[in-house]
């Protein structure tokens, strides 16, 4: 019997303390002994009696603690702590439970011009500070809900039958075939290339992904990618995270937009019905000019919009003459040959459409070489999803899946064939017809969360003339 004791009291010593989200979500009973680690978010101190908002970056709420004014004495804003108490009802209106604490370690200090002080500090102040940014209600809500976005989606594919891979993110192919790219090589000053060849970062898992489909059937991967554009602008990085899918024996490009948008509505559904946690976290830390109240409703208006209607579908063609009708006078003229510019993306479907919208059927010039070219032949069979206030977030064609052809359009192009061989023999060898889509993971959050610069839901942005940290 006293082995036993023991054991468990080793036990509980190396067992994890809860978080505060913990805590909240299903609390201990009464006067129950607590270790609970933060960070001191404020102290207030009366006559007989102290309190200090602790948080620890689980959840938007913070714990009320209850001290001495000497225990208190030592505390201030920023400090990393370790509190033990016994937790109490509260007394307070603020929320049900605080704990009373009888002793205080403090585990990290901060000097005396700590930047993050209760007060709200703008984004682009917050930018300057990439360490501790995070540490603010609102973007570690961002983080949050980054996290809870991600697992939405990990079960929205398993369901659907598909298998997470790991394509490379080291490659000899560019398949945008842009040229927008990284080289990667070793700084020891060996004469002949590390890896035998030319290597990249990779701007796409794509061509990977396609080969693991043709094993798999349904494949799909979360990982980096890397441009090297030198664009300055609020949604674009360098270095940013694509979702791609890739799916094998299916011949239309209607398939796809049908699944993308079944993708993107499972997450809104676990937004619209959330009770209480990361999505309502995110929701009360909403900063906007226009007001709290204001920015939560349009938010919620937002989700509810998504997850209700269903997506228009347009072609490359209808969109040219919505826009020339329009009577608009956009900066960028509206031209068959120049694409969609992000003005008209927003516009489509901001102001035109008032929801995501597809634009399908884009000419074939206009597109990489791997794209399977409609019967009028002029155009392939792709797509565009286009939200509004960011525009477009999801590509995604039917893939070339005749050898032939794809060795025409490889030549035409200029492209050298022998950097493709290793891809062009997937259609050498029991070849069928598949398709896939790659989702900029920031971007869809962007738009998900209210947040205008991509810059503030990736942890540490990588841009042209950006690498902090």
């Given at each position: 019997m006293i082995r036993s004791v023991q054991w468990h009291s080793k036990r509980l010593q190396h067992s994890l303390a809860p978080n505060i989200?913990?805590?909240?979500?299903?609390?201990?009973?009464?006067?129950?002994?607590?270790?609970?680690?933060?960070?001191?978010k404020s102290v207030r101190s009366l006559k007989k009696v102290s309190f200090v908002d602790l948080f620890d970056g689980s959840t938007?709420?913070?714990?009320?603690?209850?001290?001495?004014?000497?225990?208190?004495?030592?505390?201030?804003?920023?400090?990393?702590?370790?509190?033990?108490?016994t937790w109490k009802q509260s007394k307070g209106k603020e929320q049900p439970f605080e704990l009373?604490?009888?002793?205080?370690?403090?585990?990290?200090?901060?000097?005396?011009?700590?930047?993050?002080?209760?007060?709200?500090?703008?984004?682009?102040?917050?930018?300057?500070?990439?360490?501790?940014?995070?540490?603010?209600?609102?973007?570690?809500?961002?983080?949050?809900?980054?996290?809870?976005?991600?697992?939405?989606?990990?079960r929205f594919f398993e369901d659907e039958g598909f298998f997470k891979t790991n394509p490379p993110i080291i490659t000899g192919s560019d398949c945008e075939g842009a040229g927008e790219l990284f080289q990667v090589?070793?700084?020891?000053?060996?004469?002949?290339?590390?890896?035998?060849?030319?290597a990249y970062l990779t701007v796409s898992t794509q061509l990977h992904l396609e080969v693991l489909c043709c094993a798999l059937g349904?494949?799909?991967?979360l990982s980096p990618t890397?441009?090297?554009?030198?664009?300055?602008?609020?949604?674009?990085?360098?270095?940013?995270?694509?979702?791609?899918?890739?799916i094998a024996f299916i011949d239309n490009v209607q398939q796809l937009t049908k699944f993308t948008e079944r993708m993107i509505k499972s997450i809104v559904k676990d937004l619209v019905e959330d009770n209480n946690g990361i999505a309502t976290n995110l929701l009360k830390s909403q900063r906007s000019e226009e007001g709290m109240e204001q920015a939560i409703g349009k938010l919620q208006q937002r989700w509810s919009s998504l997850y209700t209607e269903e997506w228009p579908c347009i072609t490359y063609s209808e969109a040219l003459d919505i826009l020339k009708r329009s009577g608009v006078k956009f900066q960028i003229?509206?031209?068959?040959?120049?694409?969609?510019?992000?003005?008209?993306?927003?516009?489509?479907?901001?102001?035109?459409?008032?929801?995501?919208?597809?634009?399908?059927?884009?000419?074939?010039?206009?597109?990489?070489?791997?794209?399977?070219?409609?019967?009028?032949?002029?155009?392939?069979?792709?797509f565009d999803l286009l939200v509004p206030e960011v525009g477009e977030i999801i590509g995604g064609s039917v893939r070339e899946h005749s050898l032939e052809k794809l060795h025409t359009e490889i030549e035409q192009r200029g492209m050298n064939k022998q950097d493709l061989q290793w891809y062009l023999s997937t259609r050498e060898n029991a070849t069928v017809p598949h398709g896939g889509f790659g989702l900029g993971f920031e971007r869809l959050l962007c738009y998900l969360s209210g947040v205008s610069n991509v810059r503030d839901v990736v942890p540490f942005p990588r841009a042209h003339d950006e690498c902090e940290a």
């Amino acid at each position: 019997m006293i082995r036993s004791v023991q054991w468990h009291s080793k036990r509980l010593q190396h067992s994890l303390a809860p978080n505060i989200s913990q805590l909240l979500k299903k609390p201990p009973a009464l006067d129950s002994a607590l270790t609970v680690n933060g960070y001191v978010k404020s102290v207030r101190s009366l006559k007989k009696v102290s309190f200090v908002d602790l948080f620890d970056g689980s959840t938007h709420e913070s714990l009320m603690c209850v001290l001495s004014p000497a225990d208190a004495e030592q505390l201030k804003t920023g400090q990393s702590v370790r509190f033990q108490g016994t937790w109490k009802q509260s007394k307070g209106k603020e929320q049900p439970f605080e704990l009373k604490t009888q002793a205080v370690e403090v585990l990290g200090d901060v000097p005396a011009n700590y930047p993050l002080q209760k007060k709200l500090h703008s984004l682009k102040f917050l930018r300057t500070i990439p360490t501790l940014r995070w540490k603010t209600g609102y973007l570690s809500s961002i983080l949050r809900f980054r996290s809870q976005v991600d697992g939405r989606l990990h079960r929205f594919f398993e369901d659907e039958g598909f298998f997470k891979t790991n394509p490379p993110i080291i490659t000899g192919s560019d398949c945008e075939g842009a040229g927008e790219l990284f080289q990667v090589e070793s700084k020891s000053k060996e004469s002949q290339p590390f890896f035998g060849k030319s290597a990249y970062l990779t701007v796409s898992t794509q061509l990977h992904l396609e080969v693991l489909c043709c094993a798999l059937g349904k494949v799909w991967s979360l990982s980096p990618t890397f441009r090297a554009e030198e664009s300055d602008t609020n949604r674009h990085l360098s270095e940013f995270w694509m979702l791609e899918g890739e799916i094998a024996f299916i011949d239309n490009v209607q398939q796809l937009t049908k699944f993308t948008e079944r993708m993107i509505k499972s997450i809104v559904k676990d937004l619209v019905e959330d009770n209480n946690g990361i999505a309502t976290n995110l929701l009360k830390s909403q900063r906007s000019e226009e007001g709290m109240e204001q920015a939560i409703g349009k938010l919620q208006q937002r989700w509810s919009s998504l997850y209700t209607e269903e997506w228009p579908c347009i072609t490359y063609s209808e969109a040219l003459d919505i826009l020339k009708r329009s009577g608009v006078k956009f900066q960028i003229p509206v031209r068959y040959e120049d694409g969609l510019a992000s003005e008209h993306e927003k516009w489509l479907a901001g102001e035109h459409f008032h929801s995501p919208v597809f634009v399908v059927d884009y000419p074939k010039e206009m597109k990489p070489f791997y794209m399977k070219l409609n019967d009028d032949n002029s155009t392939v069979a792709c797509f565009d999803l286009l939200v509004p206030e960011v525009g477009e977030i999801i590509g995604g064609s039917v893939r070339e899946h005749s050898l032939e052809k794809l060795h025409t359009e490889i030549e035409q192009r200029g492209m050298n064939k022998q950097d493709l061989q290793w891809y062009l023999s997937t259609r050498e060898n029991a070849t069928v017809p598949h398709g896939g889509f790659g989702l900029g993971f920031e971007r869809l959050l962007c738009y998900l969360s209210g947040v205008s610069n991509v810059r503030d839901v990736v942890p540490f942005p990588r841009a042209h003339d950006e690498c902090e940290a």
